[in-house]
């Protein structure tokens, strides 16, 4: 009975330890005037500023934006 019982709050707990959330949300559609091939790296701090480095034909590309996704540099 004791096994059975620990048994079952095992199986509980793993069930329950899987539980993840996401939450998604979608942003306007970003118009660039520079072209870029790849985007090499996303970075968002803990003020909520995310970064991105991009690689043009000739040079790196870094750009800032806020929780709203605004561009505050480029």
Do not use: P
């Amino acid at each position: 009975m004791k096994t059975t019982t620990i048994l079952c709050l095992f199986i509980v707990n793993l069930c329950l330890a899987q539980t993840t959330t996401l939450k998604i949300s979608e942003s306007q559609e970003f118009k660039d005037s520079e072209n870029s091939d790849q985007v090499l790296s996303i970075h968002t701090n803990l003020d909520n500023y995310t970064g991105i480095v991009r690689e043009g034909k000739k040079h790196f590309l870094f750009d800032i934006f806020d929780t709203s996704l605004n561009k505050i540099q480029s």
